[in-house]
């Protein structure tokens, strides 16, 4: 099994600050990587496909980036409403494997 | 407007069992792969079974598998999840997921959630 592997666990930052998750694989996953966007209490929302690929209706303020086994969640001019939990997710092969999770604080 | 409406959800005793629904509507539904993902409290997200757009394909995490069964009615535009032999270690909320149109397997649209807690 591919283990997704996510730092940190954590994060403070302020409005309008810039923050960077990353996310490790076992392996290789050939850019096969989403991230998803949870806030507490609500499902999850896709944000980014293919590593960098930004979905349908999510600002361009999300970027991703990477490649191999390692990837990454940029967020620009951190907003109110992105203070959540962000998870990656290999989409290469089953069994399907998230990361742990990073909580987004407000400092 | 694409939505998915789970339900089945509750408390049970180890090793009875549940059956979860999820209603979909908005999209044709025949054409998507389907998924299970579950979340324990205060944890984080876990892939539970995905299926394939006619059913014929079946996917599993190890520790559930010959436990739980994935399947859909794609003329009722349902997906189902039966849940046997349950554990404590079962207790999350059970979301469903749309595969999104692609050959890699994300999520693009989710469910509100469903509760299930196994319990004496």
């Known amino acids: 099994d591919i283990q997704m592997t996510q730092s940190p666990a954590s994060l403070s930052a302020s409005l309008g600050e810039t923050v960077t998750i990353e996310c490790l694989a076992s392996?290789?996953?050939?850019?096969?990587l989403a991230w998803y966007q949870q806030k507490p209490g609500k499902s999850p929302q896709l944000l980014i496909y293919?590593?960098?690929s930004l979905h349908t209706g999510v600002p361009s303020r999300f970027s991703g980036s990477g490649s191999g086994t390692q990837y990454s969640l940029k967020i620009n001019s951190l907003q109110p409403e992105d203070f959540a939990s962000y998870y990656c997710q290999n989409g290469l092969s089953a069994p399907l494997t998230f990361g742990s999770g990073t909580k987004l604080e407000i400092k | 407007e694409v939505q998915l409406v789970e339900s089945g959800g509750g408390l049970v005793q180890p090793g009875r069992s549940l059956k979860l629904s999820c209603a979909a509507s908005?999209?044709?539904?025949?054409?998507?792969?389907m998924a299970w993902v579950c979340q324990a409290p205060t944890k984080g997200l876990e892939w539970v079974a995905s299926i394939s757009t006619g059913g014929g394909n079946t996917y599993y995490r190890d520790s559930v598998k010959g436990r739980f069964t994935i399947s859909r009615d794609n003329a009722k535009n349902t997906l189902y999840l039966q849940m046997d032999s349950l554990r404590s270690e079962d207790t999350a909320t059970y979301y469903c997921?749309?595969?999104?149109?692609?050959?890699?397997?994300?999520?693009?649209?989710w469910g509100q959630g469903v509760m299930v807690t196994v319990s004496s």
């Open positions: 908005g999209f044709t539904f025949s054409n998507y792969g």
């Open positions: 293919d590593a960098s």
């Open positions: 392996e290789d996953i050939y850019d096969i």
């Open positions: 997921a749309r595969h999104t149109d692609s050959s890699y397997i994300y999520f693009d649209y």
